[in-house]
T-cell receptor
Framework: DTGVSQDPRHKITKRGQNVTFRCDPI?????LYWYRQTLGQGPEFLTYFQNEAQLEKSRLLSDRFSAERPKGSFSTLEIQRTEQGDSAMYLC???????????FGSGTRLTVV | GDSVTQMEGPVTLSEEAFLTINCTYTATGYPSLFWYVQYPGEGLQLLLK?????DKGSNKGFEATYRKETTSFHLEKGSVQVSDSAVYFC?????????????FGEGTQLTVNP
């Protein structure tokens, strides 16, 4: 097991385009989290899944954002009609359960031009 | 809601100096407290944690003690190395507002010069 994998590592897109990121958690982890980190700030919670169920979404997750975890394994985060304010590092993490430590991926850096 | 406040950075030290990075929190309930480290271009790695009052977390020479009376979880290391240069984040989980998700501080950039 190589840990949490995120793809792509970097994405540059034009304003108004749609982008999709993928996260592959550690296989035995049933919880998967998405965070957003802007330059010089700590990560901010976006959403999390327990298996395939999306249990919580932050108010930061506008209608342009959608996340899925269709079979309780990998997850995707899609941003529609990207805006310059969406430029950030998008981090994925997984854990074995609600009170276990998180393992973070290396993140996907999105730049909207 | 739950929140974490870290000392303002950046912090610049010489090798072998003593390190303290202050962290205070606001939360109801009985949160667990964490320190994460982020090296350039990488994701966050768990450095240490404490799950209840008066617990001391330690790892790689770093220590932090969960002080409920002062709502603090300050990070310390007796002798820093150049390889400790990174961004350090204090975080909590398990407060009544945050539940199982992590709430992070804004991070403190540490640079250690040889």
């Amino acid at each position: 097991d190589t840990g949490v994998s995120q793809d792509p590592r970097h994405k540059i897109t034009k304003r108004g385009q749609n982008v999709t990121f993928r996260c592959d958690p550690i296989s035995e982890h049933n919880r998967l989290y998405w965070y957003r980190q802007t330059l010089g700030q700590g990560p901010e919670f976006l959403t999390y899944f327990q298996n395939e169920a999306q249990l919580e979404k932050s108010r930061l997750l506008s209608d342009r954002f959608s996340a899925e975890r269709p079979k309780g394994s990998f997850s995707t985060l899609e941003i529609q009609r990207t805006e310059q304010g969406d430029s950030a590092m998008y981090l994925c993490a997984s854990s074995f359960g609600p009170f276990y430590g998180y393992t973070f991926g290396s993140g996907t850096r999105l730049t909207v031009v | 809601g739950d929140s974490v406040t870290q000392m303002e950075g950046p912090v610049t030290l010489s090798e072998e100096a003593f390190l303290t990075i202050n962290c205070t929190y606001t939360a109801t309930g009985y949160p667990s407290l964490f320190w994460y480290v982020q090296y350039p271009g990488e994701g966050l790695q768990l450095l240490l944690k404490a799950t209840k009052a008066d617990d001391k977390g330690s790892n790689k020479g770093f220590e932090a003690t969960y002080r409920k009376e002062t709502t603090s979880f300050h990070l310390e290391k007796g002798s820093v190395q150049v390889s400790d240069s990174a961004v350090y984040f204090c975080a909590l989980r398990g407060g009544e507002t945050s539940g199982s998700r992590l709430t992070f501080g804004e991070g403190t950039q540490l640079t250690v010069n040889p």
